[in-house]
């Protein structure tokens, strides 16, 4: 393994730094990298402006030169196509219009917010169409053609069997050129001064000092990275549950049928969202996954508890039984009443009483709530 000087190891530490406290100047200049990259490889493999003698022909849009709408495109459709892919890839945009218009009117933040926020995505999505269209006047290619109807200084023939390091252009177009590039530092003049005023007007009405600031900052990073981590776990404590529950015993073809069929988003009687066909066969099927074991606990401490129940003066343990199955028949006589209760004070998976889940509520439930998709069960 090479090891590094300890000047330039420093000095890579402090740009990795430099890039963690300001990520969003970091990724400014490096979609300012890569439009510059982007332009002269299309300036050099790409751009080939057109020799046309009779700037009357047939055009795309009439009335206007083939060298004008062929160098215009080159300096506005990229722009557009980064300004647009600028916004799509902010994580802010997605967060902003996923689910907005089924969003519960007390999670909403408001109009204000929403528009501050939209603001944010459009001036960040910003900085690559402005540094595309600078890198293009200042080249000059582009604005040259689309301004000089006939740019070369030679027959049309004679420039398609011309190296391009040698073909003459004339004095219109090298005058357009230089008028392009001056053009091109006014324009980055201007972006850099509005840009300036802009940002420092945000940071002069900011509600945060300049730590506490970053203080929110690193908060958001390390709270998406625990949120992922955690909720990670958490979903493959729960797509266990629910294999183990449906591979516990036997399935019929139905079932199999049921969870292979394709899936849409639904939510279940309480207003949690089902996220598979699985998930949503276990909404039905309560889980059982541990029923073998309280089982085993059941049956191995059955005579202890007999046993105790008699030295006790309770009787024995067939009339405990007999006891136990008039109260149970009896709390079945109203399974409304139960499944309310169930519903109001459950605090288990989806909302469910573990007392009673297995025995009571799955069917009565089922029975008594409308909402419930018939084809779940």
Not at 223 to 232: G, M, N, P, S, V
Not at 248 to 267: E, G, M
Not at 315 to 320: D, L, P, Q, T, V
Request: hydrophobic letters at 40%.
């Amino acid at each position: 393994m090479v090891k590094l000087p300890e000047n330039v190891n420093s000095l890579l530490l402090s740009a990795g730094k430099t890039v963690k406290t300001s990520s969003g100047s970091a990724v400014n200049i490096i979609i300012c990298l890569f439009t510059v990259g982007s332009e002269q490889l299309f300036s050099f493999a790409v751009f080939n402006c057109p020799c046309t003698r009779n700037s009357t022909s047939a055009t795309l849009i009439p009335g206007v030169s083939e060298n004008a709408i062929y160098g215009g495109v080159y300096i506005i459709v990229p722009a557009i196509a980064l300004f647009i892919l600028g916004i799509a890839m902010n994580q802010k945009t997605w967060k902003l219009m996923t689910g907005c218009a089924r969003r519960h009117p007390a999670a909403a933040r408001g109009y204000k917010a929403g528009c501050a926020t939209l603001m944010e995505i459009l001036m960040q999505a910003m900085v690559a169409p402005c540094a595309w269209i600078a890198i293009a006047m200042l080249d000059g290619k582009y604005y040259a053609c689309a301004t000089t109807v006939q740019p070369f200084d030679m027959t049309c023939r004679a420039v398609t069997r011309t190296p391009a390091n040698k073909i003459r252009y004339t004095v219109t177009y090298e005058r357009n050129k230089r008028k392009s590039q001056t053009l091109g530092w006014i324009f980055i003049a201007l972006a850099l001064f509005i840009g300036s005023i802009v940002y420092m007007a945000n940071r002069w009405f900011s509600r945060l000092t300049y730590l506490h600031r970053n203080y929110m900052l690193w908060y958001h990073d390390i709270e998406d990275q625990k949120f992922e981590l955690i909720a990670k776990e958490q979903i493959e404590e729960e797509a266990e549950k629910n294999i183990r529950n449906f591979l516990a015993d036997k399935r019929p073809k139905l079932n199999w049928d049921k969870i292979s069929t394709v899936f849409d988003l639904v939510r279940d009687r309480k207003g949690y969202a089902i996220y598979s066909r699985l998930d949503e066969w276990n909404e039905c099927h309560p889980i059982n996954v541990d029923d073998n074991v309280s089982n085993k606990t059941t049956n191995g401490s059955k005579d202890k508890h007999s046993s105790l129940a008699d030295d006790a003066g309770f009787g024995s343990s067939s009339e405990m039984k007999n006891n136990s199955e008039v109260a149970t028949s009896n709390s079945l006589i109203e399974p409304r009443e139960i499944e309310m209760n169930t519903l109001s004070t459950g605090d288990t998976h989806r909302g469910y009483s573990p007392s009673i889940q297995h025995d009571i509520v799955s069917k009565p439930l089922l029975e008594f709530d409308g909402a419930m998709r018939e084809d779940q069960c």
